[in-house]
């Protein structure tokens, strides 16, 4: 007995390590194509023209203008389309959920959400640009119902930001909707008829009870939508060839040809993106996590 | 009784926020469509979608991303599959951190990875401290720049691949499967593709599906590696044709619909979040 004791004594720290190769192909890949490269922009945003240690690279991310810019309209498309991609979202989960609408609605609207999120890049952009482009046929109805040319007598472009945002909106409000509709499954009918009873009006569930649950899920789906947003490269690419210079394009011609006449400064460019993409995350597992205490 | 509780029978607000999501969804298909349909002057035809299939450069294309989806669905499932069963049956420890990297996609979105890919891949491999060249710079050669390619589309799907097999795995008793097999003398690759893979083969199809909706379309890492895949293309045909590039986005929203509606198939629809925008 005190032999396989000691025994499984010996062997376990021997064990332990083998355990660990089950997994190393994983680890290998992972470090080969995902972390390696991340660190290589990490060092590279340290790094000046001669090799030397510098912060210089991120101090003047915050005083070159066009940078600043390039992240400013970021975080404004962002926004605007996680706001109202979100609130619309919310809108049209809540119809299909409580709203009181067929349920055959309810799964037509899920399987286009599906389809809709998973619908970006070349082929969203060529979409919008035949509905709303300059011969578009949103355009063309426009102007014939309202005598209005939205490109000639109103500020409308398509190649703008409100162009950009409405296109981003198609792959973002259905994300909403995929996620808010269980959440919104998830509010209990007690709660309701709690609220009733006590004599809450409509309004008042909802600003009271209802929507407080809700806001957790509803801010943290928000960010993930900003963070979806944010990354996006291929749509805005197709849609406006370059001219609208949000981050990801600015950092797309940096990686074709070093625009911005310092290597460095184009990594740490990289860098500050990751870093916004990952203050993202964190808070919206942060309010996920908020979110389950009452829902499930 | 007075017209108000009848008024609030009807969900007026909901059907107003059900249609305009309906108008949202369908108008810019419906452009598409009508736009794709009218190649030749006063006629309503499909000729835009015979040309675009026709063409030689989009068959081409058009295959090579299909190569690229399922290769990167095959190293994706070699890769994760038995890191998945091993994390489940011998190795909880590493749960967290392998969750943490399946995550990091999400942070490193496709335009920073294919930077730091090129940058890391485009000099040579030297043994360390030596001038001896171990590897060509991948980005100089095809194979290497397909293996780069698909590297970084796994790397992509690894968020979705990874939790369709996790999840695939939860509800199937990965420890006696094991205990069976093994007790019958199977050896590990046996137990690993003879049993664990026909149980998750529903999570599997639902991952690959989902890849595959990523990469057939994908566009960053394709043209900034220059590779001759179906994205790259479309975006170069909607640069000096019309017709063709909307008839291509219809049908590549109906192959996104198929994708999504098989998913929807094998799991009962609950994976379909996706997103390589």
Known sequence: ?296 | MNIFSRIRRIPFWSWIWFILGALYFILPLYATVNFSLRMERGVIGFKAYAKAFEDPEFIRTFLYSNALALTTIIVSIILIVPTAYWIRLRLPEARRIVEFITLLPFVVPAIILVFGLIRIYSSPINIPFTDTTLLQPLTTFEVGTDILIVAGYVVLGLPYMYRSVDTGMRTVDVRTLTEAAQSLGASWFTIIVRVILPNIRAALLSGALLTFAIVVGEVTLASFLGVPAFGPYLFLLGQHRAYEPAALSFASFLLTWVVMGLIQLFTGGQEQIAGAH
Request: glycine share 10%; proline share 4%.
């Open chain 1, 1 to 296: 007995m005190t032999q396989t004791a000691l025994n499984s004594k010996v062997s376990l720290p021997a064990s332990d390590w083998k355990k660990w190769i089950g997994v190393s192909p994983f680890f290998l890949f992972a470090i080969l194509f995902l972390v390696l490269p991340s660190v290589r922009l990490f060092i590279g945003s340290f790094t000046d023209n001669e090799g030397q240690f510098t912060f210089a690279n991120l101090l003047q991310l915050f005083q070159e203008k066009s940078i600043l810019d390039a992240y400013w309209l970021s975080i404004r498309i962002s926004a605007a389309t996680a706001i109202g991609g979100g609130i619309f979202g919310f809108l049209l989960a809540y119809s299909v959920t409580v709203g009181g609408l067929p349920k055959p609605l309810r799964s037509a609207l899920i399987t286009f959400s599906g389809v809709a999120s998973n619908f970006a890049g070349v082929p969203l952009a060529f979409a919008f640009i035949a509905t709303l482009g300059r011969t578009g046929f949103v355009t063309a109805l426009v102007e014939n119902l309202f005598h209005v040319n939205l490109y000639k007598q109103t500020e409308f472009d398509l190649y703008s930001f409100w162009g950009l945002s409405l296109t981003y909106m198609y792959f973002q409000f259905p994300l909403m909707v995929l996620i808010m509709a269980p959440a919104l499954d998830g509010l209990k009918r007690e709660w309701r008829e709690a609220a009733e009873i006590l004599g809450a009006s409509t309004v008042q569930y909802w600003l009271r009870v209802a929507l407080p649950v809700l806001l957790p899920s509803i801010l943290g789906s928000m960010i993930l939508l900003f963070g979806n947003a944010f990354g996006a490269y291929a749509t805005a690419y197709a849609l406006t060839g370059g001219r609208l210079g949000i981050i990801t394009i600015q950092i797309g011609a940096q990686i074709r040809g070093d625009v911005l006449h310092n290597p460095g400064l184009g990594y740490a460019m990289a860098m500050g993106m990751v870093i916004i993409m990952a203050i993202s995350l964190v808070g919206y597992s942060w309010l996920q996590r908020k979110s389950e205490r009452w829902l499930r």
